[in-house]
T-cell receptor, first 116, second 113 residues
Framework: GAGVSQSPRYKVAKRGQDVALRCDPI?????LFWYQQALGQGPEFLTY????????KSGLPSDRFFAERPEGSVSTLKIQRTQQEDSAVYLC??????????????FGQGTRLTVV | GENVEQHPSTLSVQEGDSAVIKCTYS??????FPWYKQELGKRPQLIID?????GEKKDQRIAVTLNKTAKHFSLHITETQPEDSAVYFC????????????FGRGTSLIVHP
């Protein structure tokens, strides 16, 4: 596809359930970011991949959160034993890297997770 | 790490007026400053960006200014239209933060017809 694709768009999970959120970045984009966006707030950084390497996971709120990008393309964000405070929109973004370092990050439409 | 502050959180203007949103950043090494527009229920989309080697950039009714000394940058929208109503986010990135964009908390812009 032409843009970043995320699935599912909506997920309702019972408290304690495990969930997996998928991100298909734009083909050829080296950098991939996961953000958490609470209602009425800005995107909060969770983790960053450069190709298959997870270079920064400092934003993951607890060890219940795990992300991977095994082949340097599709990424999965997994949340174990979900809790109500995990309810948010999870945004994935991808970007090229260039000699200037930063380029436009293209966002997916997000996965809205509701934990009940 | 980088910290980005954004003001105001809400901005209400009449159609045709100008709107200004301001952001400050903390990391003097940051060198890339994008602005995103997010309509309700949709993905954030880039509307304009600026690098630290320039002080101002314009694209039709939208302009961004950057003051590296003061570490602040602003979004200016002229001749606002109802379709400009959305949430706007500023961000900053650079080598100090591994080029990971840090976002402000957003400004909800409401343009009244």
């Amino acid at each position: 596809g032409a843009g970043v694709s995320q699935s599912p768009r909506y997920k309702v999970a019972k408290r304690g359930q495990d969930v997996a959120l998928r991100c298909d970045p734009i083909s050829g984009h080296v950098s991939l970011f996961w953000y958490q966006q609470a209602l009425g707030q800005g995107p909060e950084f969770l983790t960053y991949f450069q190709n298959e390497a997870q270079l920064d996971k400092s934003g993951l709120p607890s060890d219940r959160f795990f992300a991977e990008r095994p082949e340097g393309s599709v990424s999965t964000l997994k949340i174990q034993r979900t809790q109500q405070e995990d309810s948010a929109v999870y945004l994935c973004a991808s970007s090229l890297t260039d000699i200037l370092g930063s380029t436009e990050a293209f966002f997916g439409q997000g996965t809205r997770l509701t934990v009940v | 790490g980088e910290n980005v502050e954004q003001h105001p959180s809400t901005l209400s203007v009449q159609e045709g007026d100008s709107a200004v949103i301001k952001c400050t950043y903390s990391d003097s090494a940051s060198n890339y400053f994008p602005w995103y527009k997010q309509e309700l229920g949709k993905r954030p989309q880039l509307i304009i960006d600026i690098r630290s080697n320039v002080g101002e950039k314009k694209d039709q009714r939208i302009a961004v200014t950057l003051n590296k000394t003061a570490k602040h940058f602003s979004l200016h929208i002229t001749e606002t239209q109802p379709e400009d109503s959305a949430v706007y986010f500023c961000a900053a990135s650079g080598p100090g933060g591994s080029y990971i964009p840090t976002f402000g908390r957003g400004t909800s812009l409401i343009v009244h017809p």
